[in-house]
């Protein structure tokens, strides 16, 4: 199993420009988010979902949009970035809700930068 | 909302050492507590994982402890190592799906 993937790696943007952070699991877990992690700070949940077609927000969800077609992908969209959206994207998933007895996979992370 | 704090933020101790870290959190409704570790540059691996009606956790050098009524979970690493060198982060669930994190406590061994 490659567990979770997230691509890019890396990427830098420019204010107002658009993009999509991609984020795939293949352990058939139906709960996958989104966070990011700002230096001093906690990771902070941006979107989740609890199954294909099945979406809610978290706690900094403005600026960011997610869809869930498929058990499998969980893409972030960032309509028209901002500065304020430079930070490390980590994408999670689990194979049940949090609250449940149900281990967090984590994946490497997309520091993304916007000038 | 649930506040998570951890004290220190860094910490250095020689190898071999057992050493203890802290996190705290406000709210003690939580379902469960997490501990990770995260390498520089990558993802977190989750640790341990202890439930709100559980006490401690333990996977081989490592034990979590949990006492919700004062808020404070630590996690125990015996004869640390340099490997173990990483930044730790604990996360608290209070909710069907979130998990509220700490910042972490960086720590180095030093052999």
């Known amino acids: 199993n490659a567990g979770v993937t997230q691509t890019p790696k890396f990427q830098v943007l420019k204010t107002g420009q658009s993009m999509t952070l991609q984020c795939a699991q293949d352990m058939n877990h139906e709960y996958m988010s989104w966070y990011r992690q700002d230096p001093g700070m906690g990771l902070r949940l941006i979107h989740y979902s609890v199954g294909a077609g099945i979406t809610d927000q978290g706690e900094v969800p403005n600026g960011y949009n997610v869809s869930r077609s498929t058990t499998e992908d969980f893409p972030l969209r960032l309509l028209s970035a901002a500065p304020s959206q430079t930070s490390v994207y980590f994408c999670?998933?689990?194979?049940?809700?949090?609250?449940?007895?149900?281990?967090?996979?984590f994946g490497p992370g997309t520091r993304l930068t916007v000038l | 909302k649930q506040e998570v704090t951890q004290i220190p933020a860094a910490l250095s101790v020689p190898e071999g050492e057992n050493l203890v870290l802290n996190c705290s959190f406000t709210d003690s409704a939580i379902y469960n507590l997490q501990w990770f570790r995260q390498d520089p540059g990558k993802g977190l691996t989750s640790l341990l994982l202890?439930?709100?009606?559980?006490r401690e956790q333990t996977s081989g050098r490592l034990n979590a402890s949990l006492d919700k009524s004062s808020g404070r979970s630590t996690l125990y690493i015996a004869a640390s190592q340099p490997g173990d060198s990483a930044t730790y982060l604990c996360?608290?669930?209070?909710?069907?799906?979130?998990?509220?994190f700490g910042t972490g406590t960086r720590l180095t061994v030093i052999p």
């Open positions: 202890i439930q709100s009606s559980q």
């Open positions: 996360a608290a669930s209070t909710g069907a799906n979130n998990l509220f």
């Open positions: 999670a998933s689990s194979y049940g809700f949090v609250s449940s007895y149900n281990e967090q996979f």
